[in-house]
């Protein structure tokens, strides 16, 4: 007798510790597949894969915050079929919150913000043409009815929306409320320790 990994079988218990141990491969992917999908609860997003040095600022955040996220390159302009499925099935995935990153005529937010009710924080990348502001201009302005909670531009804002996004998960976690609160305090005694050198040194 043969298994259907093609290994010679001697005994019927060979044969039910191979099946046993084929048992436990699949449940092993099932529970791991269950998990990260429920551990799932921020998108982070962006118009491309330039944008990633921006976008980092905000992953790093949220790893140091211990949250379960996603990262994607999902184009407005280039890809408008993924950004729909993306922003349609983003509720009954998990997603609490999405973060989208983009530059230029930076539509990527708002879209995904037209066709989602989970909440979208935008984070103007900085362009080689106009420096951001065609991308923070496009993101921050729009119309009455769909909001695109918009940040600073760059580094700053990518690292800020990652902050915000762990803000709205804190109001129903505790540990993260927790986490969040010892942030802020590390962070006020860090500005607090600061000195600057002396007048008379000048
Ligand atoms: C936007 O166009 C992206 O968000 C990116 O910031 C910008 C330029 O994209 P690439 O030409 O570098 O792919 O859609």
């Known amino acids: 007798m043969r298994s259907v990994l093609n290994v010679p079988l001697n005994s019927a218990q060979e044969a039910f510790m191979l099946i046993d141990c084929v048992l436990v491969v699949l449940l092993g992917h099932a529970q791991a597949a269950f998990m990260s999908k429920a551990d799932v609860q921020v998108g982070v997003v962006m118009g491309s894969d330039s944008d990633w040095p921006t976008m980092v600022k905000a992953v790093e955040v949220l790893k140091d915050f211990g949250i379960g996220f996603e990262s994607k390159v999902v184009s407005a302009h280039r890809t408008p079929e993924l950004l729909m499925d993306y922003a349609g099935q983003a509720q009954q995935r998990g997603l609490k919150v999405i973060i989208a990153g983009a ?72 540990t993260i409320r927790q986490k969040l609160e010892s942030f802020r305090v590390t962070q006020r005694d860090t500005v607090l320790s600061k000195t600057l050198p002396p007048v008379d040194s000048l």
């Open 103 to 174: 530059g230029g005529a930076a539509h990527l937010p708002g879209m995904l913000a037209a066709a989602t009710i989970v909440p979208v924080l935008g984070v103007p990348v900085r362009s080689k043409a106009l420096s951001g502001m065609d991308s923070l201009l496009s993101i921050v302005q729009m119309p009455k009815g769909i909001p695109v909670a918009t940040f600073a531009i760059g580094e700053a804002g990518a690292a800020n929306a990652g902050l915000s996004a762990i803000s709205i998960l804190a109001l129903d976690d505790m």
